[in-house]
């Protein structure tokens, strides 16, 4: 069991600590799974996500700005749930950069303006963490007993939703992918109910045979029990999928679906005969090409969101899967006459015209003429969610951020930044060490085809002005040919470059940019310098 992070601040040993957040008030929501304490610069690694970290400031009082705010942003990138920095012993006060990165990225920072003992607090906090894991393995107990004598009774669908309402003191349904509901009940007006808070419908998958086969619903009574409410959540789905097993077996195409999907996710290639007579029994081999999507979806939108009736059109042969969060699509198409690419923007406008729910988001993965890059194609398509943050439209195409992607793929491999190095490295780092930003002129020049109107309307400065940019520009860059290998170069690792700054804000929570980063855009927005806040737009 989880606490919030303002239920932890607001604890008695922490409340004498006189903490005030700097950054991130819009998140103490964020759960709390442990409370941790180090003085290690790069503790980020050794951490799991979701703790709170209480810093005395001993190593960030010898630590460079760089080092600061690198502290932060990994802290951010690994999920951890805020960071509590103790001030008057060793810092005066928390470094503004510190302060400037944290508000940027989202990330909630608290200033101890008073000395506790973190050892009491770590202890006091951590112990009520443990209680509450504890209880809420007491309360998942009873509510799997109880599901487990109904099964062993004979109880049907119904009974067992009946049972559950009434240990988890709340309305239950069971929704069907098609939108069928399957199951449902209602809590008697006359149960006795707990006295905790209340709170909104929550969902869960169930599964059948290791197919996602339904979506329950359970709507709390107003003061229902929340912990008693998540452990129904984590237990009910075991004993419905088994309830269904029994009444609704899961039919050949359900079968067929789930093992095709899973080949596509295991390592062994898909030119096997296995794969082929599979996807022949489920009519989608006999196809021109293949395209695939995948929808990260919100509670209780896991069902029915007309994704699929948008992709089934004339030609088309649609199979899909829902796995926890994720709704997958494969589209078999038949498309002679015409190309992949146009057929693939038909897909996304058909997909555009939908109107999602807000908290859905889909990838439209690259399109394939290959049977055994369908591996590939729906890998990307995932790989593109998990780029995404909060600013993009609802539809979105893998190939218009290709850029990023291989960014991801390939970063951890050195020789990335060695070559962004070698191309542009003095750049950078002249506007690390002068404050300036010449590498986002450069990005913006290069993005609008060197086209120096376009470059200098989009930066909102005179022509004067970027002639003397693009000079000292080029000065740092040794004045390469527009027309050499040497100029291409630069452009690939500019485009790298950018695409680096961008997936280091969305591990963070920035938003993304390079979604409209196209011929027209603005740049100068879109490549700010990675020190620079949201507010830092101003023209050096």
């Known amino acids: 069991m989880f606490l919030s992070l303002e239920d932890v601040l607001a604890d008695p040993t922490l409340d004498t600590a006189d903490p005030v957040v700097l950054a991130g008030k819009s998140e103490l929501s964020r759960s709390v799974r442990w409370v941790h304490t180090s003085e290690v610069l790069d503790v980020a690694e050794l951490l799991r996500g979701d703790e709170l970290l209480l810093v005395g400031g001993v190593s960030l009082a010898s630590a460079s700005r760089e080092e600061r705010v690198a502290y932060i942003r990994g802290l951010a990138s690994r999920g951890v749930a805020g960071i509590a920095i103790e001030t008057g012993s060793y810092l005066a006060a928390v470094p503004d950069e510190m302060v400037e990165e944290a508000v940027r990225l989202g990330f909630p920072l608290v200033e101890l303006r008073r000395v506790v003992r973190f050892v009491e607090v770590t202890q006091a906090i951590n112990g009520l963490l443990v209680n509450e894991s504890v209880r809420r393995l007491q309360l998942a107990a009873g509510v799997s007993h109880a599901l487990a004598l109904g099964l062993s009774n004979g109880a049907e669908l119904p009974e ?78 075991e004993s419905l999928g088994l309830a269904l097993l029994r009444s609704r077996p899961l039919s050949r195409v359900e ?20 794969f082929a007579e599979v996807a022949s029994r489920l009519g989608i081999l006999d196809h021109d090409a293949w395209v695939s999507t995948v929808a990260r979806v919100g509670p209780g939108q896991a069902l029915a969101t007309g994704i699929e009736s948008a992709l089934g059109g004339t030609g088309r042969t649609v199979i899909s899967e829902i796995d926890q969060d994720l709704h997958t699509c494969l589209v078999a198409l038949r498309i002679s006459g015409t190309t992949l690419a146009v057929a693939r923007q038909e897909i996304l406008g058909d997909l555009r015209s939908v109107p999602l ?31 995404l943050d909060g600013s993009h439209p609802a539809v979105v195409d893998s190939v218009a951020l290709g850029v990023p992607r291989l960014v991801a793929a390939l970063d951890r491999h050195v020789w990335v930044s060695m070559f962004i190095e070698e191309q542009i490295g003095e750049l950078i780092t002249g506007d690390e060490q002068r404050g300036t930003r010449l590498f986002d002129t450069l990005a913006t020049y290069i993005r609008h085809s060197c086209n120096k109107t376009e470059t200098a309307a989009a930066l909102h400065l005179q022509r004067q002005s970027l002639y003397q940019r693009l000079d000292r520009v080029m000065r740092a860059l040794g004045r390469p040919e527009p027309s050499s290998s040497r100029w291409a170069a630069i452009t690939v690792a500019v485009e790298l470059e950018v695409a680096r700054r961008e997936l280091a804000g969305s591990a963070g929570g920035g938003r993304s940019l390079l979604l409209t980063g196209n011929r027209g855009s603005n740049l100068g927005d879109a490549v700010r310098h990675p020190r620079e806040g949201a507010e830092g737009h101003r023209r050096r």
């Open 160 to 237: 067992l939703m009946q049972i559950l309402a009434v240990e988890a003191q709340a309305d239950t349904k069971l929704t069907a992918p098609s939108g069928e509901v399957l199951a449902e009940a209602q809590l008697a007006a006359d149960e006795p109910t707990p006295t905790r808070g209340a709170g909104q419908p929550v969902t869960a998958p169930v599964s059948s045979g290791g197919v996602t086969v339904a979506l329950l619903t359970l709507t709390p009574r107003p003061g229902a029990n929340l912990p008693l409410l998540d452990a129904a959540l984590d237990r009910a789905p």
């Open 255 to 274: 079968r067929d679906t789930h093992e095709l999907f899973a080949l596509t996710r295991s390592e062994a290639p898909q030119s096997s005969g296995r």
């Open 357 to 387: 729910p807000p908290q859905v988001t889909l990838a439209v993965g690259p399109g394939t003429r290959d049977l055994q890059r369908i591996s590939h194609c729906l890998h990307e398509a995932r790989t593109t969610l998990d780029l």
